[in-house]
């Protein structure tokens, strides 16, 4: 790594832990540290939910999964106005009335303490998951630049996380975010420049090689459930997208933060539609190193594959200066998504937790204190769990597979509460009871029931379908619960 690369990753990565830790107050409050005054610009709020969305799962695994197969997994990301137009519409104004910081402070009170238990911990073992898979991928590059320990580097990186996003708060984390999304969004669009110039008949030359491969597929628009078509990606996108928008505390605190409702809406439509042309990009990028490596193939090393192809590229074929800002690009989109997991979540554990079970009347200096311990408790979870990844083949398939399981369907409870106001507690219950069945069922048949007389047993559904099938359980189980066993005056 030239010195001029070294100087231009110090200066982003180190600036953004510093510009995070500037925002420390001693005299904070909780509810500044979890709602940043409610006092942020709209484009800011917006460019924050962007930031979450394009973490290194997108930087690295994107580029990934289009180099090994096609952009089958870009479907996801053209679900996302779907989601954004309901945020727009109905879900802002609702989490900004209800005068509450916690996304699940709603079910508890349409059903009682245990849906908000329920849904909480369920957020709570997502964003782990979530923490882990991008610390993965962050360690990546800069293993594969200078020879690191994945493991050292994983651990320094979750530290520096830890400190701004505790010492900054949620205003802290806000800001560096947007600021981290310009330096994503250059360093990905300079990165694909320099790919399609490097083709000895230039950029058209990509579009050949992936036309005749068929790389720009979107995958397969027949009616199987059992493969990742069209379809099934459409369709998780639409759901996994809505409960992002609908009941995760990431963007449900954005949209506490900003100024107005107004700014508020126009945060949660910025921040998605900005992602569409930004995944493109990536998945650009893994098309053009296809193209790149077929037709070089003596370039590539035996055993260099999957996520491990775009970090070597940026390592062995970019220029000086902008290996450093790629490698500064993906530590920024890892470090704001992780940043983004740890705030929510402690506040989650402060709001659902702390002041709900241990201490119901905690003092502000207790609350700060709890959110502190909090930020550091997670951050250390997310450090194993990252370890863990470590034997996984496809980061983006773990990801999207786990993030279906610890989901557990809790988006159709929320439905089921926000849009039947006759549902009960008891239904709430039989539905949550009849999804969880699903959910795990979907989960762990195929691991247990794979082979042998049981197999026919096992589910025959994609992984991605089970986030699908769970809300759908949830809400219609509970909905017929309310139907028949409803009580006679």
């Not at 990934?64 to 989601?83: Q, R, T």
């Not at 975010?177 to 990905?188: N, S, Y």
């Not at 699903?438 to 047993?457: A, N, R």
């Amino acid at each position: 790594m030239s010195i001029l690369d070294i100087i231009i990753f110090l200066f982003f990565t180190g600036g953004v832990v510093v510009f995070g830790c500037s925002f420390f107050n001693k005299k904070r409050s909780s509810e500044e540290f979890t709602s940043a005054g409610r006092s942020l610009p709209g484009w800011v709020v917006g460019m924050s939910i962007f930031a979450t969305y394009v973490s290194s799962i997108s930087y690295l695994a994107y580029p990934g999964k289009a180099y090994m197969s096609d952009w089958n997994a870009f479907v996801f990301s053209l679900s996302i106005p779907i989601a954004s137009y309901f945020a727009a519409k109905y879900f802002v104004p609702f989490y900004r009335s209800i005068g509450s910081v916690s996304a699940y402070s709603f079910l508890e009170e349409r059903f009682g303490p245990w849906a908000r238990v329920y849904a909480s911990s369920c957020y709570l073992l997502t964003q782990v998951a979530r923490m882990g898979s991008i610390l993965y991928l962050l360690a990546l590059p800069m293993n594969a630049l200078l020879g690191w320990d994945i493991k050292m580097i994983i651990a320094v990186t979750s530290v520096a996380i830890i400190a701004y996003s505790m010492l900054g708060g949620l205003k802290a984390v806000i800001w560096t975010e947007a600021i981290q999304g310009f330096i994503l969004i250059g360093g990905a669009i300079a990165c694909l420049c320099v790919l399609m110039f490097k083709m000895p008949e230039g950029p058209a030359q990509v579009f050949q090689i992936a036309i005749t491969d068929q790389k720009f597929s979107l995958g397969s628009f027949g009616s199987s459930l059992t493969e990742s078509t069209f379809w099934v990606c459409l369709i998780y996108g639409i759901f996994i997208n809505l409960q992002n928008y609908g009941i995760d505390q990431n963007y449900v605190q954005r949209y506490l933060t900003a100024k107005s409702d107004k700014q508020a809406k126009f945060s949660a439509l910025f921040g998605g539609y900005l992602f569409i042309p930004v995944s493109a990009v990536f998945f650009m990028i893994g098309t053009a190193l296809y193209a790149y490596y077929k037709t070089f193939p003596e370039l590539l090393p035996a055993g260099v594959e999957g996520d491990a192809v775009f970090p070597y590229f940026i390592v062995h074929a970019l220029p000086t200066g902008l290996t450093g800002l790629l490698i500064a690009s993906i530590f920024a989109a890892g470090m704001s998504t992780v940043a983004t997991s740890i705030t929510s979540s402690a506040t989650i554990i402060l709001t659902d937790y702390y002041a709900r079970y241990i201490n119901k009347r905690p003092t502000e200096k207790q609350s700060v204190r709890a959110l502190y311990v909090s930020n550091v408790l997670i951050g250390i979870i997310g450090i194993f769990v990252a370890l863990a990844f470590l034997n996984v083949e496809s980061a983006l398939d773990a990801w999207w597979a786990l993030s279906s399981i610890f989901s557990g369907g809790m988006l159709g409870l929320f439905l089921l509460g926000y849009i039947s106001k006759k549902a009960r507690n008891v239904d709430a219950v039989l539905g949550v009871i009849c999804g969880i069945i699903v959910v795990v069922w979907m989960s762990l048949s195929p691991i247990f029931f794979k082979d042998g007389f049981m197999s026919e047993y096992a589910s025959p559904f994609h992984a991605n379908l089970t986030i699908v099938f769970g809300t759908i359980v949830i809400f219609l189980a509970g909905f017929l619960s309310m139907r028949l066993l409803k009580t006679k005056k």
